[in-house]
């Protein structure tokens, strides 16, 4: 009975991860919570599960909204800028991610725009938009009523409304500014780094305290490249850049002298070139990355 539980739980686990992680902004935190929903849902009585997919769903949600109510706070006292785990999306851990909507959904810039939302708004949005619950579903699997949902998710629409006037790259544009990226990097080319760069760049970088980064985010093409050739300077012998695919988008690997991971660089890209960088470098957050490359 035990392994035919397994077996079926396993059928659901990648789509319950992907719920968690769009939920939590943190991979180690997704697994953890799809773990615990397995030994809920091994430990329930069949009797009362009807329908196993709604029933691990809704224990899947309940659960990170827990955890949400608890991670607000230990972000409150994060060193320096908190910024979600990345994940590698070309092995399917997301799921599909055909189109553009998709990859928007589930990049770093947009999942740092979901913790703008509470818990709940967070719940109704991403079940709404992610995984197309119609808003009995999402009253159903939250325990609250129909008309309320549909309000959550309308505030949850206008928190997340992008500034006017912003555009993004089209897909192609954007491989195409993180390739010219990877190659001024590489040559430590800053006039090619400057060409590329919008105005008004960000840059945003996550040590956690545990690795070195700037504490507050960098605005601005000129500050953005004064801290980009302190860098390039500062780098170990042996460090590397690699592409790859990261939350549905062209990304960057920095890699140490062993080949381990030290870095993960996310992009955001507009009419103007590179608008945003986001860096991510606190180790705690790179173990699920490295497991995905095989590092660990």
Known sequence: MTTAIADEFETHRP????????MLGSAHEAEDTVQDAYLRFSGADRDVIEYPAAWLATTVTRLCLTRLTSARARRES???????????????????????????????????LLERLTPTERAVYVLREAFAYG??????????????CRQLYRRAEQRLTAPEGR???????REELVDSFLSAARNGDLAGLERILAEDVTWWSDGGGKAK???????????????LAGVLKGAAPGTTLE?????GAPALLALDGD?????????????????????????????FVRRQLGQV
């Not at 808003?135 to 309320?148: F, K």
């Open 259 to 287: 080949g381990t991971l030290v870095t993960t660089f996310s992009f955001e890209c507009g009419a103007d070139g590179i608008t945003g960088v986001r860096a991510v470098a606190n180790p705690d957050k790179l173990d």
């Open 167 to 173: 555009f993004e790259a089209a897909p192609a544009r």
């Open 15 to 22: 789509r319950l991860f992907g719920l968690a992680y769009r």
């Open 243 to 247: 592409p790859a695919e990261l939350n």
């Open 213 to 227: 980064a700037a504490l507050r985010p960098i605005s601005g093409r000129a500050k953005v490249l004064r801290f």
């Open 135 to 148: 808003h009995r579903e999402i009253a159903d699997t939250l325990g609250l009523s129909e008309p309320n």
């Open 78 to 112: 994060y060193v320096g800028d908190w910024l979600p785990e990345p994940v590698v999306t070309s092995d399917g851990t997301l799921g599909p991610l055909e189109s553009a909507e998709q990859r928007d959904a589930v990049s770093l810039a947009m999942l740092v």
